[in-house]
Nanobody, 114 residues
Framework: QVQLVESGGGLVQPGGSLRLSCAAS????????MGWYRQPPGMQRELVAG???????NYADSVQGRFTISRDNAKNTVILQMNSLKPEDTAVYYC????????WGQGTQVTVSS
């Protein structure tokens, strides 16, 4: 079972940037698609970005053009670069396979507020 550890969250003002990192305990090379999910307060968890082993990316409409997902199979990491952050991006962010097949990590809190 792969363990996932997310980091890089924090408090940022609207318009700011954050870089989230997800470290996997084992190789993710064979996992076709890895993704970043988020769960806003009182809402369901949603997929915001995904990336295949070949580097093909997909984004939710709400983050298209602002977020960039990348993966480093050699380092077993998945990165989410978030720019032009908005208050509605406030959520706990998680990484997992797509569809989610591993136990969820603790996530990392992102708060966008002035």
């Amino acid at each position: 079972q792969v363990q996932l550890v997310e980091s890089g969250g924090g408090l940022v003002q609207p318009g700011g940037s954050l870089r989230l990192s997800c470290a996997a305990s084992r190789s993710i090379f064979r996992i076709n698609t890895m993704g970043w999910y988020r769960q806003p307060p009182g809402m369901q968890r949603e997929l915001v970005a995904g990336i295949t082993t070949g580097g093909v990316t997909n984004y939710a409409d709400s983050v298209q053009g602002r977020f960039t997902i990348s993966r480093d199979n050699a380092k077993n990491t998945v990165i989410l670069q978030m720019n032009s952050l908005k208050p509605e991006d406030t959520a706990v962010y998680y990484c997992n396979a797509v569809p989610s097949s591993f136990r969820w990590g603790q996530g990392t809190q992102v708060t966008v507020s002035s």
